[in-house]
């Protein structure tokens, strides 16, 4: 093999690299969740190019739906990249735009291992979720429809 053969397939991959990064990040400012999210897992697989992307993307100007996936792939590095990752997380707690605090708060707890509860303004759960009512004895002699629960 001469040498401009070995500086010529370098090139290629170099190219092909270029190319699927390129791609990747792409489908990473889709407006399908599923789609943006499994770009951010590949990135996540890249090292530093796929930090740099993800970085990019939730700290610029971008739809909610890429920055989520960007945290996403964020929480998903691992290895050495694993620090450096929470370290771009945690410069978002900073940041001035809203919705990229917003997902690094969200995804900073998910990666404590916490889980987060949307609750209205008022406390309680979020619409659509009622709380249950335990019954004591004393709520138990109250009449029903008419008929008394109890004797």
């Known amino acids: 093999m001469t040498l401009d053969n070995s500086k010529s397939s370098q090139q290629q991959r170099d190219e092909a690299i ?13 407006d399908d969740i599923s789609t943006a999210r499994q770009a951010a897992f590949n990135l996540s697989w890249k090292q ?13 100007n971008y739809p909610r739906t890429a ?10 590095m691992k290895g050495r990249m694993q620090k450096m990752a929470s ?6 707690l900073k940041h001035r735009d809203r919705t990229t605090k917003a ?9 404590k ?29 109250t009449p029903y429809n008419g008929i008394k629960l109890s004797d």
């Open 113 to 141: 291992g916490g889980v987060l509860e949307k609750a209205g303004s008022d406390g309680k759960p979020a619409s659509g979720k009622q709380n249950i009512k335990e019954i004591t004895k004393s709520n138990l002699g």
């Open 48 to 60: 530093e190019d796929g930090l740099a992307i993800l970085k990019e993307v939730l700290f610029g």
């Open 67 to 76: 920055k989520k996936a960007a945290a996403y792939g964020l929480r998903s």
């Open 18 to 30: 270029i190319e699927l990064l390129r791609k990747f990040r792409d489908k990473l400012l889709s």
């Open 87 to 92: 370290e771009v997380q945690k410069q978002g």
């Open 103 to 111: 997902v690094c708060i969200k995804s900073i707890s998910l990666m």
